[in-house]
């Protein structure tokens, strides 16, 4: 997928300056042991998270759920499977769970319970929902529901993926929006693909504009990370060979399921070589705003969800919307990613 290199030269150039206030924070990085404790001596509460995806489809969504995984700032209370093909997803939720030693997130099956081959089928291999060792929650929605409502704290929803299942939560339950919050990688408000000038009918929207209209319809705070930024994130040059050459045992999965899925992926430019450079990681800007927006230009503005899948600024129709519109520093945050994957 292109991208247009003199939006990403203004983003990153012109207000780096801002980016020095990030020098000063804490680093947004974990150790790659298992995260389930609390880390000793932290006086800051960790963020009850669920994450709701559409695994299996974009590799994206697999750096995404690493990246949450090896962030000590999240409490991960429940990952959710999207869009179909449930069972096929929380296959590989489940052996990548497993393999990074995060058995004790539940696994909620999402609407649509088919177990149709997908790109990643042969990372997965014969391993069988039944296989995983924690909780598996056959009605997914009611599991989400049921996070929400008994957490002590209000729960933050990742969702990076087209989101039936939070309509149908909603829908089920209207109260879990007094006790969550929603942060979405959607849409598409003054930049399109490949850094296009012209908006798109971004992917996670245009499956779905319906079930995202009832999201933005909800009394709960909405943050959506459109392809304004997530468009422009890949990992390349010496940060991505940190990744590939790593023999850490969640890098070498990550690999191989990229390895994977590559050639099954007809929408990535030709000639993308997985020992080179990644592809555009949309899902994992989400992630990363769910903890923190420091690097990101954020705005507040009234949006509004066509029927047919576009996110539109509507002074008179739309509802406020958290939106990160530009970076201040895109290439700290790919520094940022890669550190975090690496548990450095």
């Known amino acids: 997928m292109s991208r247009k290199l003199t939006k990403r030269s203004f983003l990153q150039n012109s207000l780096a300056l801002l980016s020095t206030l990030w020098a000063g924070m804490p680093p947004l990085s974990a150790p790659a042991a298992n995260n389930a404790e609390s880390l000793s001596g932290s ?26 995984l090896r962030m000590p700032q999240f409490d991960v209370k429940l990952v959710v499977s999207d869009f179909g093909n449930a069972i096929y997803r929380c296959r590989l939720f489940a052996k990548l769970l497993e393999l990074t030693g995060r058995t004790d997130i539940p696994i909620g099956v999402g609407l649509g319970r ?32 049921d996070t929400i409502k008994q957490s002590p704290e209000p729960v933050t929803l990742i969702c990076i993926g087209p989101v039936p299942n939070i309509a149908e939560a909603l829908r089920r339950d209207p109260s879990i929006a007094g006790n969550a919050r929603f942060i979405g990688m959607h849409g598409s408000l003054y930049v399109g ?63 191989e399921n990229y390895k994977t899925w590559l050639p099954l992926a007809p929408f990535i430019k030709p000639g993308t070589d997985p020992a080179i450079m990644s592809t555009v990681l949309f899902d994992t800007v989400a992630v990363y705003a769910a903890h923190s927006q420091a690097l990101l230009v954020m ?46």
């Open 43 to 68: 006086e800051t509460p960790r963020i009850p998270v669920i994450l709701d995806s559409d695994i299996g489809d974009d590799i994206d969504d697999t750096w995404a759920l690493l990246m949450l």
């Open 114 to 145: 088919e177990d149709q081959p997908g790109r990643q089928s042969g990372w997965i291999g014969d391993y069988r929902l039944e296989n995983y060792p924690g909780a598996v929650r056959r009605d997914g929605v009611q599991a989400l529901i």
């Open 193 to 255: 693909y490949g850094g296009s000038a012209t908006p798109s009918a971004e992917w996670n929207v245009i499956s779905g504009p319906k079930a995202l209209q009832q999201v933005f319809a909800a009394p709960w705070d909405c943050t959506i990370m459109p392809l304004d930024v997530c468009g422009f994130v890949e990992v390349t040059g010496g940060n991505y060979q940190r990744i590939y050459r790593s023999e850490d045992p969640w890098i070498r999965a990550l690999v």
């Open 299 to 344: 705005e507040d503005l009234p949006v509004r969800v066509t029927d047919d899948g576009y996110t539109v600024v509507d002074e008179r129709d739309g509802r406020i919307v958290h939106c990160a519109t530009g970076w201040r520093d895109l290439r700290a945050f790919e520094d940022q990613l890669v550190d975090i994957l690496l548990g450095e």
